[in-house]
Nanobody, 121 residues
């Protein structure tokens, strides 16, 4: 189970950096993805980083979000810039099991609490 933190209330155009950490797991050996779920919507992936540091983003966040990993700290970060109201959601992180049909399927069925990101003026 991974724990996400760093969310909060931010104005449109603002930035936030989220952090993902694990207890009892070495993230160096996992591809890690960030997901988000807005009220009434399905969970979607917003960033993924492989064990080699290769990253991918959906078009909705490409150029605004940046995922990175710090293996020494056993953390994965998500830097979010130019935030807009559509980015309001609970953000989660999880290891990646596999990729299919445009979706990175999570490895662990037990999700952490997530961190709320609210973009509002």
């Amino acid at each position: 189970q991974l724990q996400a933190s760093g969310g909060g209330l931010v104005r449109p155009g603002g930035s936030l950096r989220l952090s993902c950490e694990a207890s009892g797991s070495d993230l160096r050996f996992e591809s890690i993805a960030w997901y988000r779920q807005a009220p009434g919507k399905e969970r979607e992936w917003v960033a993924v980083v492989s064990t080699l540091g290769v990253t991918a983003y959906p078009d909705s966040v490409k150029g605004r979000f940046s995922i990175s990993r710090d293996n020494a700290e056993n953390r994965v970060y998500l830097l979010m810039n130019s935030l807009g109201p559509d980015d309001t959601a609970v953000y989660y992180c999880n290891a990646v099991s596999y990729y299919s049909d445009g979706f990175y399927y999570p490895k662990w069925t037990l999700w952490g609490q997530g961190t709320q990101v609210t973009v509002s003026s």
